[in-house]
């Protein structure tokens, strides 16, 4: 079964995202933390296949974030999202180990469904 979890400091997107995924893909298993340390606790439990992180959290930051579970779990998919379509975000972002880079306010939630269904084939 997939997992995903989204870290997101921003209730309203956040639950929002959250729906919008449990919606598409009732198969999967979609949780939220609001903060890096919330992430970090949540993937030492239950590694998730893919997470959704908020570029600014209270805390950590989510670059930062994305590095360290890349470099602790490198199989877990990382897409970064973020209001700010700045090309040092997206730099940052490929650096530290993101595989995707999606701005909030002008992504296609097709590419969302399309990047769900290539870290799991089987799900319909």
Sequence with gaps: MLRVLIVEDNRIFREAFKKRLDDHFPSIVVEEVANGDDALQKINRASPDLIF?????????????????????????????????????REAAKQYGADRFFVKSSFEWD????????VSPAVP
């Design 53 to 89: 992180m908020d570029i600014r959290l209270p805390g950590v930051n989510g670059l930062h974030l994305t590095k360290e579970i890349k470099k602790n779990f490198p199989g877990i998919g990382i897409a970064v999202l973020t209001d700010f379509d700045l090309p040092e975000y």
């Design 111 to 118: 590419e969302v469904e399309a990047l769900v269904r290539s």
